[in-house]
């Protein structure tokens, strides 16, 4: 199997994050791990945006007409419920 080739990528961040990561014993797999997180993590209609543009919006309401969102008792997250009757 032949061996992918590594790439560096640099990222600014302020000096007070700076000192933070620059006392972890492995900065460098730290920050794969948070990022490879981040992407795994990522809202699947926003894709990480925060905000919904105007035609996934209508693509929402769609959706929201037969869900809604509740708090689980346990964990207090929130989760989508199905509301449409089979």
Not at 39 to 44: S, V, Y
Not at 66 to 79: A, G, P, Q, V
């Amino acid at each position: 199997m032949k061996k992918q080739k590594s790439e560096i990528i640099t990222f600014k961040v302020d000096e007070s994050l700076a000192g933070v990561i620059r006392h972890l014993p492995n900065r460098s797999e730290f920050i794969r791990a948070a990022v490879l997180n981040a992407l795994d993590n990522t809202c699947p209609l926003c894709n990480g945006a925060g905000w919904l543009s105007p035609e996934q919006k209508k693509h929402w309401d769609s959706l929201a007409k037969d869900h809604h969102i509740e708090e689980c008792d346990e964990c207090h997250e929130n989760y989508l419920v199905c509301t449409k009757k089979s």
